[in-house]
Nanobody, 111 residues
């Protein structure tokens, strides 16, 4: 089992940046897939970024060029760097490792 804890969310103005972190309770190197998804109020969950089993990172079209997904195996931590944030990025962001999900961190983009 893996516990995942997200952090780094908050309130930011449009055009601003945030870096989300996801700390895992143990090594996650053995997992074939991991990523981030989000759920905005009243909307379905949306996959934001995912690392595939061959190491390729796929991004949702809505975040391409603005978000960057990375990982630090030594720290068992995933990151999501979010730049040029827009109000439509407002959502609760969840990290995913295999079948495990964190509890999410809220991001609000508003002036």
């Amino acid at each position: 089992q893996v516990q995942l804890v997200e952090s780094g969310g908050g309130l930011v103005q449009p055009g601003g940046s945030l870096r989300l972190s996801c700390a895992a309770s143990r090594s996650i190197q053995s997992f074939n897939s991991m990523g981030w998804c989000r759920q905005a109020p009243g909307k379905q969950r949306e996959l934001v970024a995912i690392i595939t089993s061959i190491g390729r990172i796929n991004y949702a079209d809505s975040v391409k060029g603005r978000f960057t997904f990375s990982r630090d195996n030594a720290k068992n931590t995933l990151y999501l760097q979010m730049n040029s944030l827009k109000p439509e990025d407002t959502a609760v962001y969840y990290c995913i490792v295999g079948e495990y999900w964190g509890k999410g961190t809220p991001v609000t983009v508003s002036s």
